[in-house]
């Protein structure tokens, strides 16, 4: 079993054009985060998956593999399955993917050990992901991706609504807030991305139901809190005053 690095890196973002090129205090958004998985202990390789021939040229001068992909995908994970399909590389059924995404800057390498960890810990495991306690004032945000898990820390359902419903609102929320970095066993992600869209996944606009749909199972590591990422041109502020 290896363990790959894939990064979905799109120029033509809506809210944010170009923004793998933004400059974070004089560089590239997508090189820091390139360096930010380069100093993670256990990957066989790093591989960026684009659509742009400058975000091509720019990891020819980072020297990091890229690839090459088509500008339709509908999604990050369409992007690393046809990178991984279309790389050099011969990625196994059992090697695991993690889709890194190409706007985290912050991402902690200790993450991507720890989920290394946990697929030679866990070989039964199909796809992991990952979430964090959710703040009562973010329960009813409908940008807040909120996550149920059973007792095997497994997700029962993702909703951008509320999760479990209840008439009272006392304590704590139960569900956690997903944080959308996924890894895959090889053979999981070629599963998914072959099965057509389904009404969970229309109906709450969230790609992770399909896995569930079909029977894949979805475990999930839990970590303190999240990561500051770029969502927009001003969260560049925000990196660089945490970068000190």
Sequence with gaps: MKFWALIPSRYGSTRFPAKPLALIKGVPLLQRVVEQVQRAQGLEGIIVATDHSEIQAL???I???????DSELASGTDRIFQAALKSQEKIQDEDVV???QGD?????PQWIENICSYFREHPEA?????AHPLAQEELENLNSVK????SQDKALYFSRFPIPHSR???GNP???KHIGIYAYRFKSLEKFCKTPVCDLEKAESLEQLRALYVGLSIHVMKVKEAIQGVDVPEDIKKVEALLG
Excluded: F, G, Y
């Design 59 to 61: 990891c020819q001068k």
């Design 63 to 69: 020297k990091v593999k890229v690839v090459m992909t």
């Design 98 to 100: 993690i889709n890194i």
């Design 104 to 108: 985290e800057p912050l991402m902690p």
């Design 126 to 130: 199909q796809i992991l992901t990952l």
């Design 147 to 150: 996550v149920v898990l059973d």
């Design 168 to 170: 009272v609102r006392e």
């Design 174 to 176: 139960i569900c956690l």
